[in-house]
């Protein structure tokens, strides 16, 4: 706005806006992070003691690395500031990088506010994961085309950077290639009329949309009589985080995101709104903080979650004898292992409704599942797979673990609009239960146990959590019930030492862990250095397996990595079929700007059913199965007059033409995909190309992908590496690599400081002094604790009581069966 439109009014009100919101993030930052540690020596701890302000220098920047329009401002915050007494001492650093994002989030609803205010500035929806919003009158196509993005990985995966091994040196052609390639000088070097002079008359230009900011504000006029806050709003958004427990700081966002623009007869300002709220609606679920911990130590979470979660664990004693599967046959779990097969029994045999069954990923969680099934077919059960995917669903029906299966929210809806019955005679399998949030998982188990319907929860708790809705309860399920089946032996890696060090990475000590580091490292699984070297190492290294056959798998822990390899990948598909004798074949574009060719390996990021899908061997016969997200595709035929690809999905060879909004938003390549895409999924190797910063349940998944092999390439991002660093792009880049035992301190920070396996709040809670804890909160927990004692007595006195029957049942219909398969081989005489 400040850079091209022509109204000094609007240039001057945009700089007064984002000069009020710097002051105001700040201020919240001096407020919440500006602490130096000093020692106690009495209790010997650090204690946190409060710094009468913070001394920063900052400078204001107007464009991008990419030379665009990018208001910005630097802040320099020097590690030694001045205490009360006039002594300088230490910031804390963590309590500032803490703090960080939460002060974006007042900068951004300052802005907001300012410019509302000011020349009546309406906005789009807020993303509540990032608490930033668009300006509505601003058309999102002008919006893109002025946010290029710059970076040394771009410029890699484009092949505009010559890259040198630092042990050879750049050639005399690699020399020249730099030079060339290298960008000239910044245009913030220009004078600022200058720079709008140059972007007014760049063809780019920019779109008002006039309607979009009509309906902007006649959205915001229908919410002004509904109050500031509306829990569940501020719940919805907690679930977009994924987050049931959070810190202050995560109250800040959450809320931040919810702030309307105008609040009438309230002279506060944003941050002093915020920071009321957030004592106000924040129920706290941990200790008090003491004087030696910083403020992201205290836990907190909303009402309605905590009330959420305690509605879903009054479902769990429901009980019917006739969900237990008497059918069950020692034929039927005959190819399975010791641990799955007691664990199959054990489920068949319970007369309770929730069934949870935890397992480590390469347990054999489908296998023991599909044994299952035929005993609940023997059973007179039908068999329904519910899963958070499509891709998990299809996989789990195609390899025999129920008969009929379908996604998490196609269940829900189905039961809401009654068009799916369930009752005794069903058996529930949820997949990948883990991933599944609170709300969704309370919903489904209120509508099996009112059916009376059985239902195994199979997953992994130290896997990935749900995406966008807050999760924990599958691991609180299984820690609460007494009847939770667990697998513990690993079958999908050859390598019994991987195995065991797979286990470890899951879910090991501080020995086991530095066990199985080190069998990583021994066996070469184990690299490090800057994000270009080892996207390119691990590049490398997947190409070969490619070329010698191997199912291969290409994983990353960011879109960004992705894209990149991506980028190469295609790149290498189109000189590969390219004829140096013909014009190279049409493309088009399709989300985050991919360019796709015939033969592209491409990926559908959402389920839908409004794309026809045809059998790969009849073009005129539709297929049940619909387009899927995780599902990989090759294109067959490119139409770029109707902007549209033809595409065969790998598996069953189906067809499907993918055109419009969703090739557009929901199709990107499909070489390289992200470690959440790749969960469930099985290859003979994996290349994982992973963060410094990444978390130990992306680690551990990346890592049990593959049956040969699983490897590691963990970068560590430079700091300039951002998209509003003014350095000139060099033109030349030398490869940094780090050493094994360097490898090996990244693979251990990342197990030490960042699991982030989700936790319920109560959890989190029962882990705290009841004491110390508010009434409502602890009432909770007393209820919970009275439930944990009633439940134990009944199961044991059932298992004591119960299990003989049970077994003297199954023998005597063995008997029965095997009675009956004599006589109707020897024609109903007895010999």
Request: aromatic share 4%; hydrophobic share 40%; glycine share 8%.
């Amino acid at each position: 706005m400040r850079a091209l439109h022509p109204n000094d009014v609007t240039q001057k009100a945009v700089v007064n806006a984002h000069t009020a919101a710097l002051a105001e993030a700040l201020e919240y930052l001096a407020e919440h992070a500006g602490y130096t540690r000093v020692h106690n020596p009495v209790t010997g701890d650090k204690d946190l003691v409060r710094l009468p302000g913070v001394v920063a220098v900052a400078y204001q920047h107007e464009t991008s690395r990419a030379g665009d329009p990018h208001l910005h401002t630097h802040v320099i915050v020097p590690n030694r500031q001045a205490r009360a007494d006039g002594k300088l001492v230490s910031l804390d650093g963590t309590s500032l990088f803490h703090e960080a994002r939460a002060a974006g989030v007042i900068y951004q609803v300052t802005l907001r506010r300012e410019l509302h205010r000011a020349i009546g500035v309406e906005w789009s929806p807020i993303d509540p994961a990032t608490g930033m919003a668009e300006v509505a009158a601003i058309d999102p196509a002008s919006i893109t085309a002025w946010s290029q993005r710059a970076s040394a990985l771009r410029a890699w995966a484009a092949k505009n950077l010559v890259v040198v091994d630092p042990e050879v040196g750049p050639t005399p052609a690699q020399l020249a290639a730099a030079q060339k390639a290298t960008r000239p000088g910044k245009p913030e070097q220009l004078a600022w009329a200058e720079l709008r002079r140059l972007w007014r008359e760049d063809p780019r230009g920019w779109t008002i949309n006039r309607e979009a900011h009509q309906a902007a504000r006649q959205a915001r006029q229908a919410r002004a009589g509904r109050g500031v806050w509306q829990r569940s709003r501020l719940v919805e958004a907690a679930e977009q985080r994924g987050k049931a427990v959070l810190t202050r700081a995560d109250l800040v966002e959450l809320i931040g995101a919810q702030l309307p623009v105008d609040i009438e007869g309230d002279p506060r300002s944003p941050r002093q709104v915020i920071e009321a709220s957030v004592d106000k609606l924040g129920m706290r679920i941990s200790e008090p903080r003491a004087a030696h911990q910083r403020e992201g130590s205290q836990r907190f979470t909303l009402d309605k979650i905590l009330a959420n979660e305690a509605r879903l664990l009054e479902l769990v004693d429901a009980r019917d004898e006739r969900a237990q599967l008497y059918g069950l046959r020692d034929l039927d779990v005959a190819g399975l292992s010791a641990d799955q097969a007691r664990a199959v029994e054990n489920i068949a045999w319970l007369p309770w409704l929730i069934c949870p069954l935890s397992a480590p990923a390469g347990a054999g969680k489908t296998t023991s599942m599909r044994a299952l099934r035929i005993g609940a077919r023997h059973s007179g059960k039908r068999v329904l797979v519910i899963a958070p995917t499509g891709k998990a669903v299809d996989v789990a029906v195609r390899e025999g673990a129920g008969d009929t299966g379908m996604t998490v929210a196609a269940a829900l809806k189905a039961l809401r609009d009654e068009t799916l019955q369930l009752d005794q005679h069903t058996l529930v399998i949820l997949d990948e239960a883990a991933m599944v949030g609170t709300t969704e998982l309370r919903a489904l188990l209120t509508a099996t146990t009112t059916a009376g319907a059985k239902t195994v929860l199979v997953g992994d708790a130290h896997q990935l959590s749900p995406v966008k809705s807050c999760g924990g309860m599958f691991a609180q399920l299984c820690m609460d019930l007494p009847w939770t089946q667990t697998l513990s032996e690993v079958w999908r890696m050859s390598d019994p030492g991987e195995r065991a060090a797979s286990l470890a990475l899951r879910e090991g000590g501080p020995a086991p862990v530095r066990r199985a580091v080190n069998w990583y490292a021994g066996h070469g699984r184990l690299r490090c250095g800057d994000p270009i070297a080892m996207a390119a190492d691990a590049l490398d290294a997947y190409r070969a397996d490619i070329a010698a056959g191997k199912d291969a798998l290409l994983v990353c822990d960011t879109t960004e990595i992705a894209d990149a390899l991506n980028q190469r990948l295609h790149d290498d598909h189109l000189e590969a079929a390219r004829d140096p004798h013909a014009q190279a074949g049409p493309t088009v574009t399709a989300a985050r700007g991919h360019q796709l060719a015939v033969g592209d390996l491409i990926l559908t990021r959402r389920n839908t059913a409004d794309i026809t899908v045809l059998a790969a061997a009849d073009n005129t016969r539709r297929v049940d199965a619909p387009v899927r997200n995780g599902q990989r595709w090759q294109v067959l035929a490119v139409d770029p007059a109707g902007d549209r690809i033809a595409a065969r999905r790998l598996g069953d060879g189906a067809r499907a033409a993918f055109s419009g909004d969703y090739l557009h938003q929901q199709v990107t390549h499909g070489y390289a995909v992200t470690v959440h895409s790749a969960q469930g999924v099985t290859a003979e190797t994996t290349h994982a190309v992973l963060g410094e910063r990444t978390s130990r349940a992306l680690l551990y998944v990346a890592m049990t992908r593959g049956r040969e092999s699983n490897t590691a390439y963990l970068y560590e991002r430079q700091a300039e590496e951002t998209a509003h660093e003014h350095r000139d792009q060099p033109g030349m880049h030398v490869l940094r690599r780090g050493t094994t035992s360097d490898a090996v301190q990244l693979v251990r920070a990342v197990i030490a400081h960042r699991d982030t396996q989700a936790h319920s709040a109560h959890h989190v809670a029962a882990h705290t002094d009841p004491g110390q804890l508010p009434d409502i909160v602890r009432g909770l927990l007393v209820r919970r604790t009275h439930a944990l004692h009633a439940r134990g007595r009944t199961y044991r006195a059932w298992h004591d009581q119960q299990l003989e029957v049970i077994l003297e049942q199954r023998r005597w219909a063995e008997q029965h069966l095997h009675r009956g398969y004599e006589q109707s081989r020897d024609y109903g005489i007895e010999i």
